[in-house]
C-alpha cells in the first residue's frame, strides 16, 4: 500500500516547511539513502576492490552489492553491463567518445534533449565530421514514428534519444524507435535522467544498447549515476578515462584492461556515493516502481487539471497526463519566470526552477520563449494538497 505520509517520515528536510517541485533537478534523499553513506564513512571507510584489510573488504562488499542493486533495478542481465558513473552526463560523454565515428556516419537526436544529449553529438559533428538529423516533435512533445523512419537510413550509427522531456514531461516512445534504429543495424542510446526516476525500466525488454542515468533523480546521492552497456557492446565500449582500477595488467610496453564494469571505473569512485545508490533502489523497490508511477500519474494529473485551468498561464506538454510524468512547465503572461519561481520561493515557500532548462533548442525552435519557463516537477513525497497550494498561489501571482 503507497502511504505518502509514511513516506515523508522518511524525509526529514520536508519538516523545514519547503513544498519542493523541483526533483526533477534534483530529488530529495531519504534518511535510510543518507544513514548508509554515513555507515561507510563511520564503519568501514576505505578504498574499495585494493586492499585485504577488513576495512577495505567491507567497503568492496558493500560497493559491489550496491552494482548488483542497481543493475537489477534497471533490469540489466548483469553487473558487467552497467558502469557506475558521476551523472547521465557522463553516460553520455563515455559513448561519444567511445564510437569511432566518421564523415561517413550519421546521428540521429531529437529537438526535444537536454543539453547532455545534444552539446555531446554538435562536438562529434564538429570533430569527425559525422552527420546529425534532429527529429522535430510537436509543441506537446509528439513524435511521428515515420519521421524516424525517414531520419535513420543504413548510415546511421547512433539514435540517441531521452525518455523523459525534462521540459514538456512527454513520455518518448523508446522501444518502437529502438526497433526502427536495430532495423538499419545503428545503436540506440537512451537518455533515462528523467525515465527512470519515474517509470519502471527494463532494458531487456527495451532492448535498448546504452542506457544513461543519474541517482541523484531518484532519490540517490549527488554524484551518483550509471551508464547501461548491452551485451554486445561490451568489448568494443571504450572507457572514458583509465588508470587505476581499470587494467587487468600493465608491463613497460602495453597494459589489458580489466573486465567491465571494473573497465569504466577508473581511479577511486564516488564509493559512498555508489553504496547510497544502491540503497535509493532498495527504497524504491520497497515502494514499488508501479506505485511510483501510480502516484505520479495522480499528481500529474492534478498539476496540469489545476494549471491550465488558470486563466492566463500558459501550459506547456501534453495534455493526458497519461502522456507524461509528474512535471509541467508553464509561464504566466508575460512575467519573467525567474520572478514567478523567486515569488513561490520568497512568499509561498514553494520549490521550482526557472529558465531554459538546459534545453535552449527545445525552448529555441518550439516556443521562442527568451527567458523560457517555470517547472515544478514532483515525486513520491509530493501530496495533492502541495500541488493544490501551487496552482493556487500561480492562480494569485496571475490575477495580482
Ligand atoms: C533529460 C535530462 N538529460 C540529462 C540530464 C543531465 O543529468 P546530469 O546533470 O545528472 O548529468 C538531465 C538533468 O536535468 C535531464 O533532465
Known amino acids: ?24 533537478a534534483s530529488s530529495l534523499t531519504p534518511e535510510q539513502v543518507v544513514l548508509k553513506e554515513m555507515e561507510f564513512y563511520r564503519e568501514y571507510r576505505a578504498n574499495v576492490e585494493r586492499g ?54 550519421k546521428i540521429v537526436n531529437t529537438v526535444i534533449e537536454h543539453h ?40 546511421t550509427k547512433l539514435v540517441a534519444v531521452t525518455h523523459v522531456s525534462n521540459v514538456l514531461g512527454c513520455i518518448v516512445p523508446i522501444k518502437e524507435i529502438c526497433e526502427i534504429a536495430h532495423e538499419h543495424g545503428a545503436k540506440m542510446l537512451v ?35 550509471g551508464l547501461y552497456i548491452a551485451e554486445a557492446e561490451l568489448a568494443s565500449t571504450e572507457p572514458l578515462c583509465i588508470g587505476g582500477g581499470t587494467i587487468a595488467d600493465v608491463s613497460l610496453d602495453d597494459y589489458v584492461l580489466a573486465v567491465p564494469p571494473m573497465k569504466f571505473e ?7 556515493q555508489v553504496i547510497g545508490l544502491g540503497e535509493a533502489c532498495r527504497y524504491l523497490n520497497r515502494v514499488g516502481m508501479d506505485n511510483v508511477e501510480k502516484w505520479d500519474l495522480k499528481l500529474a494529473n492534478r ?29 504566466i503572461g508575460d512575467m519573467n519566470p525567474h520572478d514567478v519561481a523567486l515569488t513561490l520561493d520568497t ?6 526552477r526557472s529558465g531554459h532548462h538546459c534545453a535552449l533548442p527545445l525552448i529555441k525552435e518550439l516556443f ?22 501551487l496552482v493556487s498561489a500561480v492562480e494569485e501571482i496571475a490575477r495580482d
Open 191 to 225: 537518455d533515462g535522467a528523467q525515465g527512470v526516476p519515474h517509470i519502471h525500466t527494463d532494458v531487456m525488454d527495451s532492448k535498448v544498447d546504452f542506457l544513461a542515468f543519474s541517482g541523484h533523480k531518484m532519490l540517490g546521492p549527488t554524484g551518483s549515476g
Open 1 to 24: 500500500m503507497f502511504d505518502v505520509q509514511s513516506i515523508r517520515e522518511d524525509f526529514p528536510i520536508l519538516e523545514k516547511g519547503v513544498i519542493y517541485l523541483d526533483s526533477a
Open 116 to 155: 547532455s544529449n545534444f552539446i555531446t553529438w554538435l562536438r562529434v559533428r564538429q570533430r569527425h565530421g559525422t552527420k546529425l538529423e534532429v527529429v522535430r516533435s510537436t509543441p506537446e512533445g509528439f513524435f511521428d514514428l515515420a519521421d524516424f523512419e525517414k531520419a535513420i537510413d543504413d548510415s
Open 52 to 105: 585485504v584489510h577488513r576495512f577495505s573488504r567491507m567497503a568492496s562488499e558493500e560497493y559491489e552489492k550496491a552494482h548488483e542493486e542497481i543493475a537489477r533495478f534497471i533490469g540489466a542481465p548483469g553487473v558487467e553491463n552497467l558502469a557506475l558513473l558521476s551523472n547521465t552526463t557522463e553516460g553520455i560523454n563515455l559513448v561519444a567518445n567511445s564510437l569511432d565515428w566518421s564523415k561517413e556516419d
Open 266 to 272: 577508473a581511479g577511486t569512485p564516488n564509493i559512498a
Open 368 to 389: 521562442n520563449l527568451k527567458e523560457g519557463n517555470a517547472r515544478a516537477s514532483t515525486y513520491i513525497y509530493n501530496t495533492l494538497e502541495e500541488i493544490d497550494a
Open 303 to 331: 498539476l496540469i487539471e489545476g494549471l491550465t485551468e488558470i486563466e492566463g498561464v500558459e501550459v506547456y506538454g501534453p495534455k493526458d497526463p497519461r502522456q507524461r510524468v509528474g512535471l509541467a512547465t508553464f509561464n
Open 347 to 352: 512568499e509561498y515557500n514553494i520549490a521550482v
